[in-house]
């Protein structure tokens, strides 16, 4: 069963919406679990200079991210993550635009503790 959330982000005329899940909502230690965020522009114009910013949920550590979907003319522009076995937080920054109903999808993994 997936487990989501959404977070709207509005302005004058882009509103990025943020939509995460998870692939479980019951995981036992050692077990891993995989967050995917995907990130869509419900406006009527681009946005540019996005930065998304998640941490490793409590009781887990990191094992590893990655994009699964950019589209042309978003480029991220840098990461952070904690080592592999680390909690902590995590940031996509993108420069470029994502254009009204763009979409783009990213994913990280952690381990349960």
């Keep these: 069963k997936n487990v989501s959330d ?10 990025l919406q943020i939509l ?9 230690p050692g077990e891993v679990l995989t967050y995917t965020l995907i ?3 419900l406006g009527s114009g681009p946005i540019t200079e996005i930065r998304v910013e998640d941490q490793t949920p ?26 592999t076995g680390q909690s902590g937080p995590i940031s996509w920054s993108f420069t ?11 994913q990280f993994r952690v381990t349960i503790e």
């Design 58 to 83: 409590t009781f887990s550590v990191f094992l590893d991210s990655s994009e699964v979907s950019i589209p042309t003319g978003l480029i991220i522009s840098e990461i952070t993550t904690p080592a």
């Design 96 to 106: 470029g635009e994502l254009l009204s109903t763009g979409t783009a999808e990213l």
């Design 20 to 28: 995460k899940s998870v692939d479980k909502s019951l995981a036992r």
């Design 39 to 41: 990130l869509q522009n």
């Design 6 to 15: 959404t977070i709207l982000v509005s302005g004058d005329e882009a509103r």
